[in-house]
């Protein structure tokens, strides 16, 4: 069983591109959540979303940033026109539906905007 | 909002010593959480304590959960060089998936 995937896992951007961060969950989890962490400090949520629904976005900022998570296919983090306070390492970690459980964790996309 | 505090930040010991981090929450928690991770890697889920004053070890670790489900500790005895890395803890209030982080202590073990 594969563990949660995220592509790219570096990813390179000039100010002003479009970022595009993907993250497939583990098999059989229904929920997925994403992190972002700046050098040296802890991680910030962002956003949590199920099959099609986003059930809370209160850790993303209002502007630039999206995320969905479609009936078929990864969870995709997009961020537009990308500041140089944009770089950080991005996590996606996914959960089963049932209970209240662990989060597994991806290797992460780490973001570099130049 | 809800808030998951921890400290110390950083924790400098010599291989052999004890480590202790100490997290504590603004709000009554369901269940809280900890995770550790590696420098360059991710968060590893460790252990999750869901009932008042719940203590759980694994080896040398040993998780406590407080009476008033507000406040959490990770201690470690006999550190090791594979201790390395950082602990968060990640508190859940409430039936809701979302978990809040506290801020990681950096634990740093000299051989």
């Known amino acids: 069983n594969a563990g949660v995937m995220q592509n790219p896992r570096h990813l390179v951007r000039r100010r002003g591109q479009e970022a595009r961060l993907r993250c497939s969950p583990m098999?059989?989890?229904?929920?997925v959540y994403w992190y972002r962490q700046l050098p040296e400090e802890g991680l910030k949520f962002m956003v949590y979303?199920?099959?099609?629904?986003?059930?809370?976005e209160s850790g993303m900022p209002k502007e630039r940033f999206s995320a969905e998570f479609p009936k078929e296919g990864p969870s995709i983090l997009r961020i537009q026109q990308v500041v140089r306070g944009d770089s950080a390492a991005y996590f996606c970690?996914?959960?089963?539906?049932?209970?209240?459980?662990?989060?597994?964790f991806g290797p992460g996309t780490r973001l570099t905007v130049l | 909002g809800q808030q998951v505090m921890q400290i110390p930040q950083y924790q400098h010991v010599q291989e052999g010593e004890d480590f202790t981090t100490y997290c504590n929450s603004s709000?009554?928690?369901?269940?809280i959480q900890w995770y550790k991770q590696r420098p360059g890697g991710h968060p590893v889920f460790l252990i999750q304590?869901?009932?008042?004053?719940e203590v759980k070890k694994q080896k040398r670790l040993t998780f406590q959960f407080g009476e008033a489900k507000k406040n959490s500790s990770l201690h470690i005895t006999a550190t090791q060089t594979t201790d390395v890395g950082t602990y968060f803890c990640?508190?859940?209030?409430?039936?809701?998936?979302?978990?809040?982080f506290g801020a990681g202590t950096r634990l740093a073990v000299h051989p």
């Open positions: 970690a996914s959960s089963p539906p049932s209970g209240i459980n662990e989060q597994f």
């Open positions: 098999k059989g989890h229904s929920h």
């Open positions: 979303l199920q099959k099609e629904n986003i059930i809370d």
């Open positions: 709000t009554t928690l369901s269940n």
């Open positions: 304590l869901v009932k008042s004053g």
């Open positions: 990640a508190g859940r209030a409430g039936g809701y998936n979302k978990l809040i």
